[in-house]
């Protein structure tokens, strides 16, 4: 028994370390916006959506990867920059430098609309890419949470079990009476199959 329930700690501990495992891998995941690339008319102003899971309002991770090439010699160099914009037309995020030049800045941002401006000369492909976090801010309540729900799922099971195994006990117990001490049953006698003077322990005496 001890065995017995040593292997149902242990298998309700590996359950703990992979549900938080998996969480922690959903809330390192990154959606990812394309805001301009190659094949695409290029639009110098876009407008970017950023929005945090259930509703929260915590500031969100996000990375911002560009490059700009050339379009008839990729080997030219030209001055380009970008600048995202908050819906005050305040700059959160920005960068300036030349083509051929692959760059990522990280930032956290609060969830809301903001806008990408891009300056660029003619002949240039721009190739922006921004990477948000959704699930970053909550990662440690779902943490929290969810070991708490495997904790309440793992003491009720237990008593379930128990109750279960009780149940079964206590029915047992019963059937286990002589029949002289069990509960008359209700219903007729030929429905039961036992005629009403079968249910007295005392028999006719047996005459020879």
């Given at each position: 028994m001890e065995r017995k329930r040593m292997l149902n700690i242990s298998l309700w501990v590996v359950a703990f370390l992979l549900i938080n495992i998996i969480w922690a891998n959903v809330a390192t995941n990154e959606a990812?916006?394309?805001?301009n690339?190659?094949?695409?008319?290029?639009q110098s102003e876009r407008d970017v959506s950023i929005q945090a899971v259930f509703g929260s309002d915590a500031d969100l991770p996000i990375s911002m990867t560009t490059e700009f090439v050339h379009r008839d010699d990729p080997s030219r160099e030209a001055n380009v920059s970008w600048a995202l914009l908050d819906a005050s037309n305040?700059?959160?995020?920005?960068?300036s430098g030349s083509t051929n030049e692959v760059v990522t800045?990280?930032?956290e941002v609060p969830p809301g609309e903001y806008t990408l401006n891009t300056t660029i000369g003619d002949n240039i492909i721009a190739i922006q890419t921004l990477d948000i976090a959704p699930f970053a801010p909550v990662a440690t309540l779902g943490h929290i949470l969810l070991s708490m729900l495997l904790v309440v799922v793992a003491f009720g099971e237990t008593a379930l079990r128990t109750f279960i195994a009780k149940k079964i006990e206590d029915s047992e117990i019963k059937d286990d009476k002589p029949r002289e001490f069990r509960k008359a049953r209700i219903g007729m006698p030929e429905v039961d199959g036992h005629e009403e003077m079968d249910e007295s322990p005392w028999r006719e005496p047996i005459v020879l």
């Open positions: 990812s916006k394309q805001l690339d190659r094949g695409f008319e290029f305040n700059v959160v995020a920005s960068w800045i990280e930032k």
